[in-house]
């Protein structure tokens, strides 16, 4: 499986954007870019995908670099709830293949 | 629409003992999968079913670990003894296969703690 480059770690103020980058430079032209995110005790959750174009929906846009090797997960306002860890995963275009999960970037949000 | 249930959410053992959890997942789907989380890493695929069969079971520590899915909707993972090293939270998740983005439902998660 392609594998995927996150910082450790990062910090957000409240109410603040926050730009969580995900570098993929061995992306092959099939897979999709996938994110969840994990709040504590829970179980990870979807948050967006795309291919080739940004994206957006109600919780989150995801800008996707021309080449595709890197993209990047934008909260516009960043809320207490959004602590999380968040996992950038490349995922085939075909069937039901599994998540691959690395160790993610875990978000703080300060008040 | 209720979501992926599992349980038990806790359970502590001693080693060698046996343990078993169960996951019904969301009505309708057709894959499901059992993961390991350890402490700090992301999950770690354990099995994957389409329907009642195991397509991929890879990663399953065969000697001791255990799955089936009767009737292609509740599933349970069995560990037989189970040893410190198994001490991790056990995630079920669902999909609907071919339809929209196969996006994963995960449960709240069963962790286990061996003493």
């Known amino acids: 499986d392609a594998k995927t480059t996150q910082p450790n770690s990062m910090e957000s103020n409240e109410e603040e954007p926050v730009h969580l980058p995900c570098n993929h430079s061995?992306?092959?032209?099939?897979?999709?870019i996938h994110w969840y995110r994990q709040l504590p005790s829970q179980g990870p959750e979807y948050v967006i995908h795309g291919l080739t174009s940004n994206v957006n929906n109600r919780m989150a846009s995801l800008a996707i670099a021309e080449d595709r090797k890197s993209s990047t997960l934008i909260l516009h306002r960043a809320t207490l709830r959004d602590a999380a860890v968040y996992y950038c995963?490349?995922?085939?275009?075909?069937?039901?293949?599994?998540?691959?999960f690395g160790k993610g970037t875990r978000l703080s949000v300060i008040a | 629409e209720a979501g992926v249930v599992q349980s038990p959410r806790y359970k502590i053992i001693e080693k060698k003992q046996p343990v078993a959890f169960w996951c019904n997942p969301i009505?309708?789907?057709?894959?499901l999968y059992w993961y390991r989380q350890n402490l700090g890493q992301g999950p770690e695929l354990l099995i994957r079913?389409?329907?009642?069969?195991?397509?991929?079971d890879s990663q399953l520590p065969k000697d001791r670990f255990s799955a089936e899915r009767l009737k292609g909707v509740d599933s349970t993972l069995k560990i037989q003894p189970a040893e410190l090293g198994d001490s991790a939270v056990y995630l079920c998740?669902?999909?609907?296969?071919?339809?929209?983005?196969?996006?994963?439902?995960f449960g709240e998660g069963s962790r286990l703690t061996v003493l």
């Open positions: 009505s309708g789907h057709n894959t």
């Open positions: 995963i490349l995922r085939a275009l075909s069937g039901n293949t599994p998540l691959v």
């Open positions: 079913y389409e329907n009642e069969e195991a397509v991929d």
């Open positions: 061995t992306i092959s032209g099939t897979d999709y």
């Open positions: 998740a669902s999909s609907f296969r071919d339809r929209g983005t196969g996006e994963l439902f």
